[in-house]
């Protein structure tokens, strides 16, 4: 049983919590800007837990779609299902358990918040299979993650106004930017493979238009924080950020893997760095 419990936990990436992380940060973002620095606990707790349940969950559910491709790919064909070590269909009872899981967290919230997760599961459980159909997985991804803004608003306050959206957008544009990165680690195994992804479409343009998709970001999160009507330490916060973008550029300037890797792995800061820029706002006022 041991055994199995850690497979399973090997299965939901647990040992590797950098994408719980980049779920989190704009669930935070949004969750501090609708409670003005307030948020309510039961709704902060329930996101938290939520957002590390359908982190794994969306794990599980992509190692069981990719389950013919990861052992073709360095990086992947030691996971669980690709080694056989867990079987498919562990892996999709697995999901289940966990998505349902994280529903029964979401009933503790209003309706307008259930009926919202009800998308979020959607996109959830079908994003791994984007890379078969189109090369914008990564926008998949985004809207995937960014679902957790709007949902946010609507626990917190009953609804989703306008800047939630504005933030939803923020979210996407910086999830397609950073799994772009992603993508430039795998680029050689999927093209011999035949899936398909953005760093594969953008070809050697890849560094210039992740730069540009970064632009697009910093100034959806500009246009966020003068809807909020955030301070100073936002914008200082926004500018910290800014140079870890920078530094993610020069990191993939030769389009090492290891280096687009890292250059992933760096947007933990990025996302840090918004989120501490918003809490101090709130906690100067």
Not at 25 to 45: F, K, M, Q
Not at 148 to 176: E, N, Y
Not at 200 to 208: H, N, P, S, T
Not at 230 to 255: N, P, T
Request: aromatic share 12%.
């Amino acid at each position: 049983m041991k055994e199995r419990l850690a497979q399973y936990a090997l299965l939901m990436r647990l040992h590797r919590p950098i994408g719980i992380y980049l779920l989190l940060w704009p669930t935070l973002w949004a969750l501090w800007i609708a409670g003005e620095g307030s948020p309510d606990l039961l709704v902060l707790l329930v996101f938290v837990a939520g957002v590390t349940l359908m982190r794994s969950a969306g794990c599980v559910i992509n190692d069981y779609a990719d389950r013919d491709v990861d052992p073709q790919v360095k990086r992947t064909r030691d996971r669980p299902v690709a080694t056989g070590r867990v079987k498919p269909r562990e892996a999709l009872f697995l999901f289940v358990i966990l998505s349902l899981t994280a529903f029964g967290l979401v009933l503790l919230m209003n309706r307008l918040t259930v009926y919202l997760s009800l998308v979020g599961v959607v996109l959830a459980a079908t994003y791994p299979f984007m890379k078969r159909y189109t090369h914008f997985p990564q926008v998949y991804l985004g809207a995937a993650f960014g679902w957790a803004v709007p949902m946010a608003f609507a626990a917190q306050t009953g609804g989703v106004p306008k800047i939630a959206w504005l933030l939803f957008v923020a979210t996407v544009l910086w999830v397609t930017a950073y799994d772009t990165l992603y993508g430039m680690v795998d680029r050689e195994d999927d093209l011999k493979i035949g899936v398909k992804s953005t760093a594969i479409l953008f070809g050697d343009a890849d560094r210039a238009i992740v730069a540009m998709i970064q632009v697009l970001l910093i100034g959806a999160l500009l246009l966020t924080g003068q809807t909020a009507g955030l301070g100073g330490y936002y914008y200082f916060g926004l500018l910290l950020g800014s140079g870890s973008l920078l530094y993610q550029q020069y990191l993939i300037r030769d389009r090492d893997p290891r280096q687009c890797f890292q250059a992933f792995l760096n947007n933990n800061w990025f996302g840090a760095a918004v989120f501490i820029g918003i809490v101090l706002h709130y906690l100067a006022g």
